[in-house]
């Protein structure tokens, strides 16, 4: 770890709760990850990207390199978002510059009904025992975020069989078989809340939906299969634990158009990408929710003083009191500089003072 802040135990938790913190709060998606070299000899070690996520002493340790490096106010959980479909039974593999495929794809209602909601305690019990690891190293120099797929999400990416540019299979089952579809995200509410509760018993301090794909609903279907879905989800968490509340952050990527919307899901934060003003945001859900965001991930291959100045935008398009934590609008890209990633923490901190 690096040296310890006391500020840093409890800073990203009260900024998602809206209350005052010393100076802004700022993690980054895909903390843990090929722009590190530390966690390519990791991923090298493990000899496959699904081994490193399922052996909890390297997950572990994916997860603590980020926070070990840089001054971050919160570690996440070291995974992906498709171990709950992996766990169901479809054969996940990743193949190098082609992202995630399943063997067995969804095609129909027989194969939806032939879905089980995976035990946390069982096929995927590597991922709490990940938390606990993780938790415990941690030794409360900074929060742990767990997190999980969407149910919109975990289903694209279920029925595609891969990732999608143009989602022909999930949206042809919403025309074609939308009772077929609900059948599939309420399998998938159920699996997600059960699996986001055991990441909370296990030692997440902070919880995370990754709605990646809501992006590419229209309005009113995204609030019946992606938006309520998500709701179902927080209405079935455990939202306090250890004495305190346990916050959750709802991140729609393309959702900037539905913010209003999400904020009624119960979540008490919400990820914006780098299209959506935070400024506006705030404007639009007011006190209601948190905000996280939103530095264009490009920003960081800029020069040291545009990439200082560019953060410093960031922060004053929140403007002044309680309620933002610092992040990317996505994730940092595997040719990232570190010593990028060094610099806008630095700038965060130092230009977020007492929020």
């Known amino acids: 770890?690096?040296?310890?802040?006391?500020?840093?135990?409890?800073?990203?938790?009260?900024?998602?709760?809206?209350?005052?913190?010393?100076?802004?709060?700022?993690?980054?998606?895909?903390?843990?990850?090929?722009?590190?070299?530390?966690?390519?000899a990791l991923r090298a070690q493990a000899g496959s990207f699904m081994a490193l996520c399922q052996t909890p002493e390297l997950a572990c340790e994916a997860t603590l390199q980020p926070v070990r490096r840089f001054p971050l106010d919160a570690a996440i959980l070291f995974s992906d978002i498709l171990t709950i479909p992996d766990a169901m039974g479809l054969g996940l593999s990743f193949s190098e510059g082609e992202g995630p495929r399943f063997a067995r794809p969804i095609r129909d209602a027989h194969d939806v009904a032939a879905l089980k909601?995976?035990?946390?305690?069982?096929?995927?019990?590597?991922?709490?025992?990940?938390?606990?690891?993780?938790r415990h190293a941690l030794d409360g120099a900074c929060p742990l975020i767990g997190f999980s797929g969407s149910p919109w999400t975990l289903a694209t990416y279920m029925v595609e069989g891969q990732g999608s540019s143009t989602f022909r299979r999930i949206k042809g089952l919403l025309f074609d078989d939308p009772k077929t579809l609900a059948r599939l995200l309420d399998v998938?509410?159920?699996?997600?809340?059960?699996?986001?509760?055991?990441?909370?018993?296990?030692?997440?301090?902070?919880?995370?939906?990754?709605?990646?794909?809501?992006?590419?609903?229209?309005?009113?279907?995204?609030?019946?299969?992606?938006?309520?879905?998500?709701?179902?989800?927080?209405?079935?968490l455990l939202r306090h634990r250890e004495g305190r509340a346990v916050p959750v952050v709802i991140f729609t990527k393309g959702g900037g158009g539905s913010l209003e919307a999400l904020a009624d899901t119960g979540c008490d934060a919400l990820g914006l990408d780098w299209m959506t003003s935070l400024a506006a945001a705030r404007a639009r859900v007011g006190d209601r929710v948190a905000l996280q965001g939103n530095l264009d991930p490009l920003a960081l291959y800029a020069p040291p003083e545009r990439l200082r100045a560019e953060v410093a935008a960031v922060l004053a398009d929140f403007g002044a009191g309680p309620g933002h934590v610092f992040n990317l609008g996505h994730g940092v890209l595997p040719d990232v500089d570190p010593e990028q990633v060094a610099l806008c923490v630095e700038a965060v901190h130092a230009q977020g003072r007492a929020r």
């Open 1 to 40: 770890m690096t040296a310890r802040d006391p500020g840093r135990s409890d800073r990203l938790l009260r900024a998602l709760m809206r209350e005052p913190v010393d100076m802004t709060p700022v993690w980054l998606m895909r903390q843990a990850g090929r722009y590190l070299p530390e966690y390519r």
């Open 117 to 134: 909601v995976p035990d946390p305690g069982a096929q995927l019990r590597y991922v709490p025992e990940t938390v606990r690891q993780a």
């Open 188 to 236: 998938l509410v159920a699996a997600v809340g059960a699996y986001l509760n055991a990441q909370v018993e296990a030692g997440a301090q902070a919880l995370m939906l990754f709605d990646t794909w809501g992006g590419s609903l229209a309005p009113a279907h995204f609030l019946r299969y992606s938006r309520d879905p998500m709701a179902e989800v927080v209405a079935r």
